[in-house]
């Protein structure tokens, strides 16, 4: 059985920067696709960033060129580099085991001054 394990959320000044963990266990790690997601107050969780098994990497529009999403596969990690971070990215991010759809707890992000 899968299972994720963010960390590496918190506070952070506009323009400032974040890199989010996520630990997973269990088998098939290295060919299964990963995905990072958020959900901020009273909006509905959106899509951020996704890798493949092979390293193929998607981002939201909204985090292009921000963000950077990477994986340690002898590590079963997945990681989000967070940089020229905004208010509006200010929100619960969440890792996912796209293949067998399971979500890790969250962490925290607020960027504010």
């Known amino acids: 059985q899968v299972q994720l394990v963010e960390s590496g959320g918190g506070l952070v000044q506009p323009g400032g920067s974040l890199r989010l963990s996520c630990a997973a266990s269990?088998?098939?790690?290295?060919?299964?696709?990963m995905g990072w997601y958020r959900q901020a107050p009273g909006k509905q969780r959106e899509f951020i960033a996704s890798i493949s098994g092979g390293g193929t990497t998607r981002y939201a529009d909204s985090v292009k060129g921000r963000f950077t999403i990477s994986r340690d596969n002898a590590k079963k990690m997945v990681f989000l580099q967070m940089n020229s971070l905004m208010p509006e990215d200010t929100a619960v991010y969440y890792c996912?085991?796209?293949?067998?759809?399971?979500w890790g707890q969250g962490t925290q992000v607020t960027v504010s001054s």
């Open positions: 269990g088998s098939g790690f290295s060919i299964a696709a």
């Open positions: 996912i085991h796209i293949q067998f759809g399971v």
